[in-house]
Structure formats: structure tokens, C-alpha cells
């Protein structure tokens, strides 16, 4: 079975390497944004259709195999989640086994915030500092500004222009929610999240804020594996026999 994973907004795939090493047994794939990670040289996108659209295609040449996969997307890329199984529905594709949506919001919260383009750079690194991840003395870097900011700035100006899904029904794959127990801005997203799919959707809480991973990789690939293996066993069982 593959996972596929999608990062958080100015982030890469990168940051899920180290998860091949916990989660052995599985084929663990992660997905870059141009302008992110291994693709560094191309433009960014700062459009949300053509990011939706990217990312869809990405999925399908992943799992042109016809193999069974699990997404696994954080922050921007649990929202981005949404509008791929939409697209990938709409499109005929094969839709994954699951989903685990970790401190993802729903496309049709507003943030409380001013939209990027009207922010000052000191307002928005600070915006930024509040979300966690990056330390203060990193983002003070002259590297950091030159290098990583455009980045996140081309991110969240995406997600200043997310679209709401129109949908008459809900979707039928399994999902899980993951959280930090501290990040209250994704835990005030779960029930609205659930509403998404027609089943059960359970939530795990882990110690920690919006990046609740970062600390504790092992235990997080362990929780991943549990939800995997209970409840797609017979496809683990057929990708463990390649």
C-alpha cells in the first residue's frame, strides 16, 4: 500500500522523509508544490485552482498502478485533501482506501486575519511565527527572508483564494483526523471536518501544537500503521506480498 503525503503551506515533502524508516512495509511517497523542495527551480502557483489541479495530477501518475493508497495531507495539505477526492471523483479516477487529516480546516473557514497581499512583511512573519515550526532566530535570517518567505507568502495567498466545494453528496472513503491536543484553531475544525464523509470519522489527539509531529515521528508512524492496518487489512496484506 502507498501513502502519499502533501505538506503544509511553505513547506516540502522533505519534512516526511524520515517516515520511510518508520513506516517500512509500505511505500511512502510525498508530494512537492512547484516552486517547493525537490521542484525549487520551478515558478511557484499562486492561483487555487491550478494548485487543486497540480496536485490531482500528482495523485493519479502516483497511482496509475492501480494500487491501493492512503493520503495523508497537514495544514494546507488536509484542506487540499477535499478538493482532490472531489476532483479525483468527478474525473473517474481511483479514489485512496483513506484519508488522515491532520490540523486541516474546512474550505469554507475564514481565517481571522488580514489576506497576505495586505500585509506588511513584520506581519506577516509574525503571522507565520504564530503558526509554529520555524523559530524566531531562523525567520531573523537574511536566507530565510530571501529564500523561504516568497514560499510561504506564495502559500498562504493561495489559501487567501480557497474555493468552497459545491457538493450534494458526501464522500464515501474512510477518514481519521489528527491533532495536536494544543493547536485549538484545527480542533475547532473536527466536527465541521466530519461532515465531509458519510462514515464514522475518528479523531486522535497527540501532545503538541500545530506541528505535534515534529516530536514524536515514531509514535505518530505507529498511529498511522494502527489506523491502516485496521481498517484496510486485506490490502496491506496484498501490497506486503510484493
Not at 481565517?111 to 504564530?130: A, G, Q
Request: glycine letters at 8%.
Amino acid at each position: 500500500m502507498k501513502i502519499i503525503c502533501l505538506h503544509h503551506a511553505g513547506g516540502n515533502g522533505f519534512r516526511f522523509y524520515s517516515w520511510k524508516k518508520h513506516l517500512e512495509g509500505y511505500q511512502v511517497f510525498t508530494l512537492d508544490l512547484p516552486g517547493h523542495g525537490s521542484r525549487i527551480q520551478e515558478p511557484l502557483l499562486y492561483d487555487f485552482d491550478m494548485v487543486v489541479h497540480e496536485l490531482t495530477q500528482q495523485v493519479v501518475l502516483k497511482t496509475e498502478d492501480d494500487e491501493a493508497y492512503v493520503l495523508f495531507g497537514h495544514s494546507m495539505g488536509g484542506l487540499m485533501i477535499l478538493h482532490i477526492l472531489d476532483q479525483l471523483e468527478e474525473q473517474g479516477k481511483r479514489m485512496p482506501e483513506g484519508v488522515i487529516l491532520s490540523g486541516a480546516s474546512v474550505p469554507e473557514e475564514c481565517p481571522n486575519r488580514k489576506k497576505v497581499k495586505d500585509m506588511s512583511e513584520d506581519e506577516f512573519l509574525n503571522m507565520v511565527y504564530e503558526q509554529g515550526g520555524t523559530s524566531r532566530e531562523i525567520m531573523e535570517t537574511e536566507e530565510f527572508r530571501e529564500c523561504f518567505l516568497p514560499i510561504i507568502r506564495a502559500d498562504y495567498t493561495v489559501l487567501d483564494e480557497k474555493k468552497l466545494l459545491h457538493r450534494t453528496e458526501k464522500f464515501t472513503v474512510k477518514a481519521v483526523i489528527f491533532n495536536g491536543e494544543e493547536d485549538l484553531g484545527a480542533r475547532g475544525q473536527e466536527e465541521k471536518l466530519k461532515t465531509y464523509f458519510e462514515g464514522q470519522v475518528p479523531v486522535v489527539h497527540f501532545k503538541g501544537g500545530h506541528f505535534y509531529f515534529d516530536q514524536q515521528v515514531s509514535f505518530v508512524c505507529e498511529q498511522i500503521r494502527n489506523y491502516i492496518e485496521k481498517n484496510f487489512r486485506e490490502e496491506c496484506i496484498h501490497a506486503t506480498a510484493y
